[in-house]
């Protein structure tokens, strides 16, 4: 078994650490041997990860010389950016489609998941937030355009958040002052979301942290992806400065 998660830049010397929590749609093979039975085009879709998302993270941290974390493993294994209580920890409907491999589930093999994928990879996160003596925590992710049945969303970019806005806010100015853009702000999810990722490596120790969402059409391609990494590190950059933390 590999590790189900990976670092890159782990000697780079800059503030900020960078995660991707939905990196991969893989599906490991100690789990219902690797296919959660879905085609092929279910598992490219955003239910099992979030694309583009991992390229956008790379070029960010290259960017602000920052060291990231992805994941190794679908979100539809087990969700690394939920709670161990939360109920959409292990989805077994995600915006129409059922997922065959997790309708019948039960503790005993959400457990294992757990043990075997969702603690693994907080508990390196946590390691690399440590090792470094004032981390600020940048999460990056990306979000479909439109949900089955539901108007489409007209914003570009999103800043999740929840009571510290520290460094959201004004990182939300900055991408307001953009003429192009379509800002969210706690959009198109909120970021109160508690036991997340952000929450218990951010709010929970007090942290400086945001998160990021993309429109996943916009950053399809790795020179997109590059596009964005490079755009949002001068931004985050200024808020930090603002933020003065």
């Not at 077994?92 to 093999?109: C, F």
């Not at 508990?123 to 440590?130: D, N, P, Q, V």
């Not at 950053?219 to 992806?225: G, K």
Request: one cysteine or more.
């Amino acid at each position: 078994m590999t590790a189900p998660f990976h670092i890159e830049g782990e000697g780079r010397k800059g503030r900020w650490v960078l995660t991707c929590d939905h990196a991969s749609n893989r599906v490991p093979p100690e789990v219902n041997g690797g296919d959660l039975g879905l085609s092929g085009a279910d598992m490219n879709r955003h239910i099992a990860y979030d694309p583009g998302a991992l390229g956008v993270t790379r070029a960010l941290a290259r960017a602000l010389d920052a060291p990231m974390i992805a994941s190794d493993f679908s979100r539809l294994v087990i969700d690394p950016n939920r709670g161990e209580d939360d109920p959409t920890l292990l989805m077994k409907l995600y915006d129409g489609t059922i997922i065959p491999a997790n309708r019948h589930a039960d503790a005993t093999e959400v457990e294992r998941r757990l043990r075997l994928y969702h603690r693994p990879y907080h508990t390196a996160l946590a390691g690399l937030l440590a090792a470094r003596p004032d981390p600020v925590l940048v999460a990056i992710h990306s979000f479909t355009k439109q949900f089955r049945g539901r108007p489409p969303r007209p914003w570009h970019v999103g800043v999740l958040y929840a009571g510290d806005t520290r460094l959201a806010l004004p990182l939300v100015a900055r991408l307001n002052a953009e003429p192009d853009l379509c800002v969210g702000d706690n959009q198109p999810y909120s970021g109160h979301l508690p036991g997340d990722s952000m929450y218990r490596h951010g709010v929970e120790p007090r942290r400086p942290h945001v998160l990021i969402e993309l429109r996943n059409d916009l950053i399809r391609t790795a020179a997109q992806q590059e596009a964005w990494g490079l755009r949002l590190a001068p931004m985050l950059d200024a808020a930090l400065t603002i933020a003065q933390v």
